[in-house]
């Protein structure tokens, strides 16, 4: 084919036979003879020429013996295309220890861990109980064996288990760690009260019949049960307030009120340790404000002030313990009680308590603070009775020279009938509604003189003393 020899390695002629001569390509002369099985013994007719005649076998190649492997008729193929180029493809031989690493399928499902193993029967037991159960129960149900259920099921936690810092218990969980226990040593024994840290570097608040007597040592229990040596600053008898001082860091001062601000039926807490029972919060409103006090042991001072009255349980061992509104700020200190035993026998709460206004109770703990004794505020004038006449009043019995109520144009044997407002009935009420007052403030008197109404206005001062 165009001079060109296309074997496939084999004579595909017989023994014997001579080689068909080549004849020239393309003539279109089919190759003669038909196609016989191998081995049969019937030699094929030659083809003078032709495209389909076999080339002949090289001189040099030794004529293959016994029949041929391939069909003997491979030459009258008509599928066969001897034009086609022919390619031996040989394996590569893979050498040792050149085999590509495995390749690990990813989706492929891995071998179940320790872990797993053990999950799988604890879900399937938890279901089964559960299921067991389930079962058990409504079995139980139909056949009457459950007993009568008594309550219904909370919807949810109690809300009281979820105090808001303003609810009482909120309060009174944020107060108390400030409130302590005074103890007095004194000759006759140990005076015990209440008090309320009022600075950080350790001042505390108690009443002066708390520490009275004493010989200037005391004790402070707080909240925690720990106690701590303590000393007296100052006192004021009149006014029944005293500062004592506890050498301790870390301490949490109370949040003052404003007294003046309160309204008759605020609720209210009291604080302290009645009968030694230390940590003890009872509540209650305010009753009355401005309630006008005398009080005093026998042979002592005379104390008077403007009162808070609460309804509060207060009993002995309250004194000095702080009374606080309802945002949790001290707005008063808890002095004295009412009673209705005999004087020298043990009293207790009837539901009349009384409490000094922290106002008041806070500038005389800053006057003993600064100075070691506090300022007394005066009007200037004498009470000489009750007045005359409808309407009451208190009678100045005599006015100072140069003295506020003289500034202000009053003169002995006028009769006072309000100050600021508020109705004069006892002379015990013009002298501590006068003391609630800080010196220079300014107040406004209604008084008669004669069968005169008139108006003035006075600004007080501080005792000379």
């Known amino acids: 084919m165009g001079g060109t020899d296309v074997t496939d390695g084999w004579d595909w002629r017989r023994a014997g036979e001579a080689a068909a001569p080549a004849g020239p390509p393309g003539d279109g002369t089919p190759p003669t003879g038909s196609p016989t099985t191998p081995g049969a013994g019937t030699p094929p007719a030659a083809s003078p020429s032709g ?41 590569a031989v893979a050498e040792a220890g050149t085999e590509p690493e495995p390749v690990t399928d990813p989706d492929a499902p891995g071998r179940p861990t320790l872990r797993q193993l053990l999950l799988i029967p604890v879900i399937t037991a938890l279901l089964a109980g559960t299921l067991g159960g389930a079962l058990g ?82 004790s402070v229990v707080f909240n925690d049960g720990s106690s701590a040596p303590a000393t007296v600053v100052g006192q004021d008898p009149e006014s029944d307030i005293a500062v004592i001082k506890v050498e301790r860091t ?40 401005d309630r006008t006090m005398q009080a005093g042991e026998p042979g002592g001072p005379v104390r008077y002030y403007a009162a808070i009255q609460t309804d509060a349980a207060v009993n002995h061992g309250n004194s000095g313990g702080p009374l606080v509104d309802g ?24 539901g009349l308590a009384f409490a000094i206004p922290i106002n008041q109770a806070k500038r005389v703990t800053q006057d003993i603070i600064g100075t070691g004794k506090a300022r007394r505020t005066v009007i200037g004038a004498q009470v000489g009775g009750p007045g005359a006449g409808v309407g009451g009043g ?37 002298i501590a509604l006068v003391r609630k007052f800080a010196p220079g403030s300014v107040v406004t008197v209604e008084y008669r003189r004669g069968a005169t109404r008139q108006n003035t206005s006075v600004t007080l001062a501080a005792d000379a003393k």
């Open 250 to 289: 870390g301490l949490r001062p109370v949040e003052f009120g404003d007294s003046d601000a309160l309204a008759v039926g605020d609720p209210v807490l009291a604080m302290g340790s009645p009968l030694s029972l230390a940590n003890t919060v009872t509540a209650g409103i305010v009753s009355a404000l």
């Open 137 to 218: 129960y409504a079995f139980a149900v139909r056949g009457g064996a459950v007993g009568t259920v008594l309550g219904a099921e909370p919807p949810q936690a109690p809300a009281l288990a979820q105090r808001k810092p303003e609810s009482l218990a909120g309060v009174a969980e944020r107060v108390l760690p400030s409130v302590v226990t005074v103890r007095v040593a004194s000759l006759g024994g140990t005076s015990e009260g209440s008090g309320f840290i009022a600075s950080a570097d350790g001042h505390v608040i108690t009443n002066d019949h708390v520490v009275a007597g004493g010989t200037g040592k005391a």
């Open 51 to 91: 495209p389909w005649s076999a080339p002949a076998a090289p001189s040099s190649r030794p004529a293959p013996s016994g029949p041929s492997p391939w069909w003997s008729d491979a030459l009258a193929d008509p599928w066969r295309d001897p034009a086609a180029p022919a390619a031996v493809v040989v394996p």
């Open 327 to 350: 945002s949790g700020r001290v707005v008063g200190v808890n002095s004295t009680i009412k009673s209705l035993v005999a004087d020298g026998q043990e009293a207790g709460n009837i």
């Open 394 to 430: 208190v009678r100045l019995g005599a006015v100072e020279p140069s003295g506020p109520a003289a500034d202000a144009g009053l003169k002995a044997g006028d009769v006072v009938l309000k100050l600021n407002g508020r109705p004069m009935t006892e002379p015990t009420d013009l």
